[in-house]
């Protein structure tokens, strides 16, 4: 190994003591391949162990925990103890190479598919629509809360199937964004209006996640939660980096563990700020050693991977380039770099344990492109 990339393979001890034994790990990836009754298919299985040597970080697609929360077809659910068989061996194969298996919690809000829910309509913090999808139903307080139980019953379902840790997904337009968005949280109770209201739902997660953890797990289980540092879809009502922030600083002092920042390019700055710090910089500087830090975002070779630490990361996870090479790992460890594969080529088609419906939409939406050689 080259000892430019030595640091890549440095231990790091999560703030409850839980030791990992590198910086690098397997981003949420979405396989659109779940059973048709939301259990774990045999073609994930095969995928994520095929991934299991990426990082000592892995944490799986985001599951459904409420029956009005699916977001996608074929997703899988965590809202019923039918699924917990096929989540026990999902757990099992992400650990067979010594990862810590974390399973991510997601309800879909606004995002969801009416097709795909009992009632047949979607719900969110408020009724506000979004172009070519349905205006959502706004969400009773009672409906509210049953939503953070849902977070706690999938996170003891979790624990019951081995899972090593959960991820709350709080990014990507999803419920818990919608509730920190002013731009879709329009509600005048005390789940909505200022910040410190808007921000209410996230923490009532993730406090009811923690109080689970304390109750079945050890201190052992690990609770992450991945944010979107600023709202990408509204050029100027969105919330910024600032508020981001403020919620960073809410979740480190509530003791997560870890926070997860989706990007696109771990490099990006701030809107508005193209020549000063990076969002992974800015955010590094806020958590400040006193919780974990995990980066994504075009992170394709080991030299991607060493700047991105030097940004600020504490972990840096593979989105693409862990479907395009599930041993890039194994080859930097072994000073093969050189043979790490930049693309997908028309010979290794078939060949990398990609779930079918998985493939035909990343190559369809031309997230991979096939090379011809």
Known sequence: MKPLYKELFHEITLPNGVVLNDRLGVAPMTTYSGNRDGTVSDEELTYYNRRAGL?????????????????????????????????????????????????????????????????????APSAVGEAGKPTPRELTEEEIYAIIE?????????????????????????????????????????????????????????????????????????????????????????YTIEETKILVEELVQRGIHYIHVSLFEFKKTPKGAEQGDSIVRILA???????????????????????????????????????????WTDKVRQGKEQEIHPAITQQMVGKLDIPQNMWNLITSYGMIKVADN
């Open 55 to 123: 990082g000592s970080l892995y944490i799986t697609a985001c599951i459904a925990v409420s029956e009005n929360g699916i977001a996608f077809p074929n997703q899988f659910i965590g809202f019923d103890d039918s699924a917990l068989p096929r989540l026990k061996q999902l757990a099992k194969e992400m650990k067979s190479k010594g990862s810590k298996a974390i399973l991510q919690m997601q309800h879909g809000g606004r995002q969801g598919q009416p097709e795909l829910i009992k009632a047949n309509e979607t719900v």
């Open 150 to 238: 849902d977070f706690g019953a999938t996170t003891k379902r979790a624990i019951e199937a081995g899972f090593d840790g959960v991820e709350i997904h709080g990014a990507n337009t999803y419920l818990l964004q919608q509730f920190v968005s002013k731009v879709t949280n329009q509600r005048e109770d005390q789940w909505g209006g200022s910040l410190v209201n808007r921000m209410r739902f996230p923490l009532a997660v993730m406090k009811k996640v923690q109080d689970t953890v304390a109750k079945y797990a050890d201190e052992q289980f690990i609770v992450g939660y991945r944010l979107s540092p600023e709202e990408n879809n509204e050029k100027s009502t969105g």
């Open 285 to 327: 500087d806020q958590i400040n050693g006193r919780a974990a830090f995990v980066a994504v975002g075009s992170i394709k070779t080991p030299e991607d991977a060493v700047t991105a630490l030097a940004e600020g990361a504490d972990i840096v996870v593979f989105g693409r380039q862990a479907l395009i090479d599930p041993e």
